[in-house]
């Protein structure tokens, strides 16, 4: 997998992206946009001479549409519109833009190169970097893709000015998770940072550090064999929280369910590993300020953990596999964790006595 390089460019984003086109006509770049980031994000790059000219190819939003038509019709574009293997595709969008497009790049006549612009924090955090693409299929979400890195990221905070305070915050949760895989300094600066008045530039400065957090494990383990696995904390219990959600009709959005589900491997990482009950506390205490709740009733316990047992992160032998914190506490990463049932379900008892439910 080739490096990718993120760039932090606020306030220079033209300046930055006109050096990734590396001297191409503007005839064969190609931007991707959905709806949404059409109308906000697009006439950032169309009101400049040279991407003015560039032309654009809009899907519609939201991950249920991240679908092998709406890919299909990338490709159309790319092809009607005579793109070469040396043509660049600049993915506008959040993670669902920057999977669909990335995928679209990677197998377009065998492979072209791509940029990806996140347009929400979630995205820059977590699905623009890292080289995974791909679409949702048959019903399964991400079930068809490669791993294939960007030329770039480029990331300008000032995108992220006019989300949804729980859109902020749903990507914060991927930061939650990347301090508590990472070190005591990145941790604390996380516990420093003021989610009430929020200051774009230190936002800036925790985001490129959070975002080294995951460079330097996918560097390590592209194609996730083994530390990779650290970037799924909180998401074996989250998933199925998300997937619970979605099922009763009152989806919520994934950052929040990752927020709750490292609420119980927190208690499974200091019940199983010894992980120092102080730092579970202060995890869970910033999780619980800030995250509210997602009411979960005992009687769906077996099918949370049904649910759980069909994480694609397994190996297929019938046991959960978690990654939990350590004793030694923050960046004590274990992968691999086998956790019996009575144990899950008692992190969901954990989870529902700290939201209060
Ligand atoms: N979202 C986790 C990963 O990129 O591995």
Request: net charge negative; charged share 25%.
């Amino acid at each position: 997998m080739s490096e990718q390089r993120v760039i932090m460019c606020a306030g220079e984003l033209i300046e930055q992206l006109r050096k990734e086109t590396n001297g191409r006509t503007a005839e064969s770049v190609f931007i991707l946009v959905d709806s949404n980031t059409r109308r906000l994000c697009l006439p950032a790059l169309s009101s400049d001479d040279y991407f003015g000219k560039v032309k654009f190819v809009e899907i519609a939003p939201n991950d249920d549409n991240k679908t092998l038509e709406a890919l299909a019709s990338v490709w159309t574009f790319l092809s009607e519109n005579k793109a070469t293997r040396k043509s660049l595709l600049i993915n506008l969008g959040g993670g669902m833009v920057t999977d669909l497009g990335g995928f679209a790049a990677s197998t377009f006549k065998r492979g072209m190169d791509y940029v990806n612009i996140p347009t929400t924090l979630l995205g820059a955090v977590d699905a623009a970097v890292g080289g995974k693409t791909g679409i949702n299929f048959c019903g399964y979400k991400n079930e068809i893709g490669v791993i294939n890195s960007s030329q770039s990221v480029l990331i300008d905070v000032n995108f992220f000015r006019t989300l949804t305070r729980k859109d902020l915050l749903s990507g914060y949760a991927e930061m939650i998770k990347h301090g508590l895989i990472s070190d005591e300094k990145h941790w604390n600066d996380m516990l420093k940072f003021d989610l009430e008045n929020i200051d774009y530039l230190q936002l800036q400065t925790l985001l490129r550090d959070s975002i080294a957090v995951k460079e330097k494990i996918v560097e390590i383990d592209p194609t996730e064999k083994n530390i990779r696995k650290a970037l799924n904390f909180g998401h074996t219990v989250g998933h199925a929280f998300e997937s619970h959600a979605m099922e009763v009709g009152d989806a919520i959005l994934h950052g929040y369910a990752v927020a709750y589900g490292m609420i119980s491997e927190l208690y499974l990482s200091h019940k199983i590993c010894n992980f120092p009950k102080e730092l579970m506390r202060q995890a869970v205490a910033l999780i619980k300020e800030n995250y509210g709740s997602l009411p979960i009733s005992c009687k769906v316990y077996d099918h949370l953990y049904d649910l759980m047992t069909h994480d694609k992160k397994n190996v297929g032998d019938g046991r959960i596999l978690f990654t939990l914190l350590g004793d030694k506490g923050i960046g004590d990463i274990r992968i691999n964790q086998d956790v019996d049932k009575k144990t899950i379900l008692e992190s969901i008892d954990y989870y529902r006595d700290v939201v209060g439910l």
